[in-house]
């Protein structure tokens, strides 16, 4: 199994970016997709995640409002569209594959089955 995250980069505070996660070696449908980040010096925190069919979505406090996960089944991809970046945002973005048989909760990191490699974003000031 593979989780190949990309998009990342460097962004003035107040824009946009978008992250994608290509999955491949595992049926992409059966499983929910997550976003988590990792700054230095913090733990790391839940973003968002996505049901396996794309009904359900739920963010994380610090980003509601400003970013959206959607994916696309026929294209094993899931993306993170992030707007209105601020400082605070900086850290590396991991996607990650929970199969959808753990349930419906999607916020805890324990309960992923699969990561990816990570993409960096950093938000100047």
């Known amino acids: 199994v593979q989780l190949q995250a990309s998009g990342g980069g460097l962004v003035q505070a107040g824009g946009s970016l978008r992250l994608s996660c290509a999955a491949s070696?595992?049926?992409?449908?059966?499983?929910?997709m997550g976003w988590f980040r990792h700054a230095p010096g913090r733990s790391r925190e839940f973003v968002s995640a996505?049901?396996?069919?794309?009904?359900?979505?739920i963010d994380g406090a610090s980003v509601k409002g400003r970013f959206t996960i959607s994916r696309d089944n026929a294209r094993s991809t899931v993306y993170l569209q992030m707007s209105s970046l601020k400082p605070e945002d900086t850290a590396v973005y991991y996607c990650?594959?929970?199969?959808?048989?753990?349930?419906?909760?999607?916020?805890?990191?324990?309960?992923?089955?699969?990561w990816g490699t990570g993409t960096l974003v950093t938000v100047s000031s």
């Open positions: 990650a594959a929970q199969d959808r048989s753990r349930g419906n909760d999607y916020t805890r990191a324990l309960l992923y089955d699969y």
């Open positions: 996505i049901d396996w069919s794309g009904g359900r979505t």
């Open positions: 070696g595992l049926t992409f449908g059966r499983y929910h």
